[in-house]
């Protein structure tokens, strides 16, 4: 599996999952990325992940950061929507735009925890474009990302 940081290149790869999803202010241990890592190498995912944070601790560039999103977000095979969103924490207000922008396209996924703040209005445009469920747990989600890749 490679992991692709917002920090490098856009690695060019059919076979990729963009982790899109609110990413945590300030701290960095918050971030649900890492367990979604851990889901993928252990299902054997052998793809790009598209990874919207740096991997360093280099000076954050905002420009640089959008369009390396928007360019691994129109990459990508599959856009794994994850929102645990946190009013405080994480409160996902660029996740919104990126989930209406791309929520009618087949290649997004979408899930979040029973615990997500405010979250109605996301489930609601998802149901109506999307046959599949809406996932309670980043493990199940991550596991049906790789099988939509595979067929």
Not at 24 to 37: D, H, I, Q, T, V
Not at 111 to 122: F, T, V
């Amino acid at each position: 599996m490679n992991v692709n940081y917002s920090d490098q290149n856009v690695v060019k790869s059919k076979n990729s999952i963009f982790l899109a999803g609110p990413s945590p202010r300030g701290e960095k241990n918050l971030s649900w990325r890492p367990e979604a890592c851990k889901y993928l190498q252990g299902l054997g995912f052998d793809g790009v992940v598209y990874y919207p944070e740096y991997a360093t601790e280099v000076q954050f560039d905002y420009n640089k950061q959008v369009l390396w999103e928007w360019e691994a977000l129109e990459e990508a095979g599959i856009i794994l929507f994850w929102v645990p969103r946190d009013r405080e924490k994480m409160p996902a207000l660029t996740t919104n735009v990126e989930f209406g922008y791309y929520v009618r396209d087949k290649k997004s996924l979408y899930g979040r925890p029973d615990s997500a703040y405010s979250i109605e209005y996301l489930d609601r445009l998802y149901k109506r474009h999307h046959d599949e469920e809406i996932f309670k747990d980043l493990k199940s989600l991550c596991a049906f990302a790789v099988k939509r890749l595979q067929d």
